[in-house]
């Protein structure tokens, strides 16, 4: 019988391979500047880009685990978020569903997404929480852009001078808004957020 550590270790190397076969284009940096780095690639399939944020956050895993999971101050860090809550959770709170209204710049419509996610926990010490948009148990808003396809990661790795913190996202984000601005959306947005993501946790 598989341990949970080895499970969860399979299902993260599974989607790894996964995402390895669906991918087209190698990572190119798109941005390097105040500890944040930004890459983007293609994905078949897709005229959007897939984005990949990192930063090394002098820090310790349990602070970086607790900003995570307090939804309610997403507000203040990630890029645009304005306003989160809770949908549902489960008892052990690794399995939560969370809401997400992201403002977008005018004339487009602001955006809202429903997320699930879910937390894995690998032998290395790692930590990955898995994010998928789902179209449940919240109805749409009027006036708001409902995104029904988003998938990524957070992955938090320690490190000896800190955590390396990897946010790598692809998404829709729905409804009429040029490919173009939504391409330099995927650069902007990592970066703003994991630099005040670094900010907060280096202050």
């Not at 690794?94 to 690998?122: C, F, G, H, K, Q």
């Not at 990897?166 to 650069?187: C, E, M, R």
Request: glycine residues 6%; negative net charge.
């Amino acid at each position: 019988m598989q341990t949970p550590i080895l499970k969860y270790t399979v299902f993260a190397l599974f989607l790894t391979i996964l995402c390895g076969f669906t991918s087209v284009g190698e990572w190119e940096l798109k941005k390097d500047k105040n500890g944040v780095q930004v890459y983007t690639r293609a994905k078949s399939g897709s005229t959007l880009k897939e984005f990949k944020g990192t930063a090394l956050i002098k820090t310790s895993m349990e602070e970086i685990i607790g900003v995570l999971s307090d939804i309610n101050s997403y507000t203040e860090w990630q890029h645009n978020c304005l306003k989160t809550y809770i949908v549902k959770e489960n008892d052990d709170n690794e399995d939560v569903t969370v809401y997400v209204l992201t403002a977008a710049p005018w004339p487009v419509s602001d955006r809202e997404v429903i997320i699930d996610n879910t937390i894995v926990r690998d032998a290395d010490g790692s930590i990955t929480m898995f994010m998928k948009a789902s179209d449940k148990d919240v109805p749409p808003n009027e006036g708001i852009v409902r995104i029904t396809y988003l998938e990524g990661f957070w992955k938090i790795e320690p490190k000896p001078d800190g955590v390396l913190v990897t946010n790598q996202v692809h998404t829709d984000p729905g409804g009429k808004i040029p490919d173009w601005l939504a391409n330099s959306t995927v650069i902007d947005s990592p970066f703003n957020t994991l630099l005040n993501l670094k900010n907060l946790l280096e202050k």
